[in-house]
């Protein structure tokens, strides 16, 4: 039986297909159209289906679209428009909450099954079934995990009107327990915030970023005045001060200060504004796991939503959850309610029994060694084959390259998890400075993942207990204290590392990569960060090659194949290591501070006890000067 799930209400459409229970593919339409989060949130494009991901998903299961049994779609246009215009809130006339651009985005809908027919040529109108936004993010969380029986916590912005559903799973079936609707969304807090600091509508990731520098407590007292929550788990958010459906931000900057402009500098308050939000989103979602264990006393706990893709969160979950076990699937945002689309009508609505644990985000395409040998070709590109890709790689970028790696099938969510990444060395202090320079072209202040061999995890990061989901770059635990000075490219300003556990089972081929460098350098991990520049990730072998060609990058291993280009990103850390750039915050700390690689800098810490980079971020708010004018070093030579 072949099921197809889709997702296209929102934002991050997607599609999936199993066959029998188990995904034979999953991919977001992002990779293909080039577009980030695929499109836009808009009242007027719900229409807009994956079209690109359903003719793969299509292809992968070599399947005709009249073999198809069931469509799911991650949506119940009803179920919104009953709700949404009843909110009295401002609002922008034709847009959400307004009557008129309810109705547009209702009717826009429900036009889908006859698109997709026409889309097919196949009339599927038939086999076409709405589903409640929150039931495909919790059955695709719940019924891949590894448990039989756990709790479910689902929180994003807003499906149809719940913003956070909490239920219970017990083997194919999915049972509700409480939902909170909006306006009393923690996503949508965080969309707040992301546009209030200048990060626009999908900076949540540099929100959480900038918070490991900041003051988690300085603006706590005027964030209450927004969001109040209560020991009981349940939380409120005010409207008069989120304004969410309205660009304005006039309340914010009652209580907090001026709108930061995109361009504009980013000042200490900032960090501090961002560190407090992710201060109280720790505890909203504590409490919200403490209800759900009191409502279900289940051991297990399975999350979904974009707020479970806040790695900081997840972690200190982790650590004070009230649930012994958690998973998390690899794309709890939108895109993965297409997997829960399938999952939903497999599991509880045809009864069919479990039998599929997604151990693995390697769910997209992929491209052989004889049709990568084509496009190098026509590319012109210049290159060799290769016996050994993994051990060659791991030579690169134990010589300190930087190495874009493309290899097997395209991940499925946001992160890249060793088949489109790029590489470098994570003792390399010089690295941050030089891939947010020159290949990301990105803020200084954001932080580098680190996938690491899943047995030396433990040796490496404070990580409270196991889970399936460390496969998933899903969490930022933090780096043992006697482990900090040799990993600081991928150690952030407090302390943690966002890791990738890598297993051999998973993906032999990254694992091997990993385990060479450790046996050339002895440090089992790498760092990882996404291959692509500002776009998504890349798909295909020529979008692998031009991102490469843009600069930066040196050497791209892709298959059996080995590219060079002329990296630019020596001449980047010559500037750095001459001290002749503007060195961010962030790489004085990360970098200068305990780095093997850039012994100038050692002085720096003489005399300073500082047992954590914790500490260190706490030493820097004690500075009794304009905060704007203070450099890490200049405080660190005050204090010798
Ligand atoms: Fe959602």
């Known amino acids: 039986m072949h099921i197809l799930g889709i997702n296209s209400a929102y934002h991050e459409p997607s599609a999936c297909i199993t066959r029998d229970g188990a995904i034979v593919a999953a991919v977001e339409e992002e990779r293909f159209n080039r577009v980030r989060h695929g499109k836009p949130s808009l009242i007027n494009n719900p ?191 005010n409207k008069r001060y989120m304004q969410f459906r309205l660009d304005s931000h006039s ?25 407090t939000l992710q201060s109280m989103t720790n505890s909203i979602v504590l409490g919200l796991e403490r209800r759900l264990h ?7 706990l399975c999350r979904a939503g974009g707020v479970a893709l806040n790695c900081v969160t997840n972690a200190f979950l982790e650590e004070h959850g009230p649930f012994k076990r958690t998973f998390v699937m690899p794309a709890p945002n939108d895109g993965g309610t297409s997997v829960g689309a399938c999952y939903y009508i497999w599991n509880h609505l045809l009864g069919k029994p479990r039998g599929y644990v997604l151990d693995s985000a390697l769910l997209g ?54 088949d489109r990444s790029i590489l470098a060395d994570p003792r390399r202090a010089d690295m941050p400075f030089v891939l ?53 490219a991928v150690t952030h300003i407090d302390g943690t590392c966002r890791i990738q556990c890598v297993s051999l089972d998973e993906n032999p081929s990254y694992y091997g990569l990993i385990e060479e460098f450790g046996r050339l350098t002895g440090i089992p991990m790498v760092l990882n960060t996404s ?46 290591n001459s001290g002749g750039s503007k060195r961010p915050l962030r790489d004085l700390v990360v970098g200068a501070v305990q780095s093997q690689t850039a012994p100038k800098h050692h002085h720096l810490l003489d005399g300073i006890d500082y047992e954590s980079r914790r500490q260190l971020t706490r030493a820097r708010r004690e500075l009794p000067v304009d905060p704007d004018k203070v450099t890490l070093e200049r405080f660190l030579l005050s204090r010798r």
């Open 47 to 237: 229409h807009h289906l994956p079209v690109e991901s359903i003719r793969y998903c299509l292809a992968a299961a070599s399947i005709s679209p009249a073999q198809l049994d069931h469509i799911g779609f991650s949506f119940n246009p009803p179920k919104r428009l009953a709700k949404n215009v009843r909110i009295r809130e401002k609002v922008n006339p034709g847009d959400w909450g307004s009557k008129e651009g309810e109705q547009l985005f209702h009717d826009l809908l429900m036009s889908n099954p006859e698109r997709l027919s026409h889309l097919l040529n196949e009339d599927i109108t038939g086999k076409f079934k709405w589903i409640d936004h929150h039931l495909c993010h919790a059955a695709s969380t719940f019924f891949v995990s590894p448990f039989d029986n756990a709790a479910i916590l689902t929180t994003d912005g807003i499906g149809e009107f719940t913003s956070t559903w909490m239920g219970h799973g017990h083997g194919n079936r999915l049972t509700r327990l409480w939902e909170r609707g909006y306006p009393h969304s923690v996503g949508f807090l965080w969309t707040k915030m992301s546009r209030f600091l200048g990060f626009g509508e999908y900076g949540q990731w540099k929100v959480m970023g900038l918070g490991g520098y900041g003051d988690p407590n300085r603006f706590m007292k005027p964030m209450h005045k927004v969001v109040h929550y209560a020991p009981d788990g349940n939380y409120w958010v």
């Open 251 to 275: 309340e914010f900057e009652k209580l907090f200060g001026p709108c930061r402009g995109a361009d504009a500098p980013i000042e200490d308050w900032h960090a501090d504004l961002a560190a």
């Open 294 to 300: 009191r409502l279900t006393g289940a051991q297990n």
């Open 365 to 418: 395409p992929s491209c052989d060694d004889k049709a990568v040998e084509l496009i190098l070709k026509k590319q012109q590109a210049v290159f060799n084959r290769i016996e050994h890709p993994e051990q060659l790689a791991a030579r690169l970028v134990a010589d300190g390259n930087v190495v874009a790696w493309y290899q097997g099938r395209m991940e499925f969510g946001p992160r890249a998890l060793g």
């Open 436 to 488: 947010n320079t020159k290949v990301k072209h990105r803020e200084h202040f954001r932080p580098f993942a680190a996938s690491v061999l899943e047995e030396a995890a433990g040796h490496w990061f404070d990580i409270p207990r196991p889970s399936l989901s460390n496969r998933f770059m899903l969490y930022a635990y933090p780096v043992k204290a006697e482990k900090m000075g040799l990993i600081p």
């Open 531 to 576: 291959f692509n520049e500002t776009e998504p990730i890349i798909c295909s072998p020529e979008e692998a090659l031009n991102t490469c060609r843009r600069g930066g990058i040196d050497h791209l291993v892709i298959g059996h194949f080995w590219v060079r280009f002329k990296g630019a990103h020596k001449r980047a850390a010559q500037v750095y």
